[in-house]
């Protein structure tokens, strides 16, 4: 398979596939261990409302920004920024695609954790176990997250390694809708329980006044952000081997909509037998032990405490493999078309990034501290990505974009200019706000006397630190990575 010609014969073979495989990169652990605790966190019904809202003033205009930029460009993050607004800028797409690769060595580790979890489930292992201490066992284990890590890396090059037709469309085919009928089934029987009518109460009926507070609204922007992929590249990526004739904006729709609903569906799991198992007073503690308690120690003792409890546990570990897979196979993706971008065959291309994700996400296994370092750097990087992209599409004329990359042949749902207001003014508006909020966190709450301090976990300092060291970095090598990308 030629270099130049892999889109043309490596594509996705129908939009159900298509669409599959962005749900794939959409729907990851945080849709099922974040989003049940941010909601029930922040006023349950009442944080819908604004989660809707950025949904579409957030995520579906920059899923549409990055479907249009790849299916246009046929190229990866960072050749794609170079070739449609100039070389000079093709660093950027390059941090697009750092920030993301940046998360693909932690997240392996977070797919090896809960691989562990699906394996010990299935073998009957946490069977009437303390999980408070056999999750401290585990996780503190030198050897343990190691092998996880290691083999959800190979799981994730395994496929990767087949391209798009025959890899990962055929991954996603069963990836997404087992994942979807098990969150169905474990919805299902969480709303049987005595007491659940109390939580699905409290996620479906907003109480208005708490609307007035901001917080709210910064959390389901944050959520909205980080839940449906918008922002990483790996929609882009994707897009590059999309059909001439794919309806851009339908696919988007329908890719926040369907992330939405299986969050939704998260939701309807597990805060039904939070509220229906535990007393009230007890309900913040749970939700308060942040996303590795509320998941690994918390759900398997509530899952213990129902009929049938040890099947639902296998059955939501397997949910969790499900779609940190999907998620880690498109991040291996991505950065795999950034190398065949630079002239690496598919095969040496994906080998190399599986052993450098497995390098460099052992410090994350080996030790916690600096696995959630990472994830509040880059985590927060995401939305640096998602105004990199709204500059792009400034810089190529919001009205020429919308008019040439997104309403073109086949499509059917067009965009008016309200698309252009929300590029140029509304997604900079709420990127100021909520890394203002977040930066504001960290002073005030999680290092008031060490904010500015690099080497802390989440102080602004080490964002800082990390961003402004790959960019430099990017800048110098920035003639040459378009000597390589786009001679």
């Excluded at 296998?314 to 950065?335: D, G, K, N, P």
């Amino acid at each position: 398979m030629g270099m130049k010609q892999d889109y043309k014969t490596d594509v996705f073979s129908s939009r159900f596939t298509l669409l599959l495989s962005v749900l794939g990169i959409a729907i990851g652990t945080g849709n099922i261990w974040r989003f049940p605790r941010i909601i029930a966190q922040n006023g349950g019904g009442t944080f819908i409302i604004p989660w809707i809202f950025f949904l579409f003033t957030w995520s579906i205009p920059l899923i549409i920004i990055e479907f249009s930029i790849g299916r246009k460009t046929r190229k990866g993050t960072a050749a794609a920024v170079g070739k449609l607004i100039g070389n000079n800028y093709l660093w950027m797409g390059a941090f697009v695609g750092f920030c993301s690769m940046a998360i693909m060595f932690y997240y392996s580790v977070v797919m090896g954790w809960c691989l562990h979890y699906a394996i010990a489930a299935g073998t009957g292992t946490l069977h009437a176990v303390n999980f408070e201490q056999y999750w401290t066992g585990f996780s503190g284990s030198f050897y343990k997250p190691l092998i996880y890590h290691f083999l959800a890396m190979v799981l994730a090059v395994a496929v990767t390694l087949r391209g798009i037709a025959r890899g990962i469309e055929k991954a996603n085919l069963i990836l997404i809708p087992l994942l979807f009928f098990i969150l169905l089934f474990a919805a299902a029987k969480s709303l049987t329980l005595p007491g659940s009518l109390d939580g699905l109460r409290f996620l479906f009926i907003p109480k208005l006044n708490e609307l007035l507070n901001y917080k709210i609204w910064l959390e389901a922007l944050s959520q909205s952000a980080w839940s449906t992929g918008a922002g990483w590249g790996l929609i882009l990526t994707y897009a590059v081997y999309m059909k001439r004739n794919e309806d851009i904006v339908v696919n988007s729709v329908v890719t926040g909509i369907g992330d939405s609903i299986v969050s939704l569906l998260a939701a309807l799991a597990i805060i039904p037998i939070i509220f229906s198992l535990l007393p009230h007073d007890q309900v913040d503690v749970v939700l308060s032990s942040g996303n590795t308690g509320l998941t690994f120690i918390w759900i398997p003792q509530l899952f213990e405490k129902i009929e049938g409890g040890y099947v639902l546990m296998l059955l939501f570990f397997i949910t969790l493999c499900c779609a940190a897979l999907s998620s880690l196979i498109a991040m291996v993706e991505l950065v795999t078309r950034i190398f065949m971008d630079a002239g690496i065959s598919r095969k040496k291309a994906v080998y190399t990034i599986g052993l450098i994700g497995f390098l460099c996400g052992i410090p994350s296994a080996l030790k916690i501290e600096f696995l959630n370092n990472q994830d509040w750097t880059w985590g927060l990087g995401l939305l640096l990505n998602g105004v990199f992209f709204t500059y792009v599409v400034i810089q190529y004329g919001s009205t020429r974009f919308r008019k040439e990359l997104i309403n073109s042949e086949g499509t059917a749902l067009r965009v008016g200019r309200w698309f252009e207001y929300t590029v140029r003014f509304i997604i900079p508006l709420e990127f100021v706000c909520v890394i203002g909020w977040w930066f504001w966190q960290s002073v005030t709450v999680f290092e008031p006397q060490e904010w500015w301090n690099p080497f802390h976990t989440t102080s602004i300092g080490t964002c800082i630190m990390q961003w402004g060291s790959v960019i430099i970095i990017l800048l110098l090598l920035n003639r040459w990575l378009c000597k390589k990308m786009l001679a």
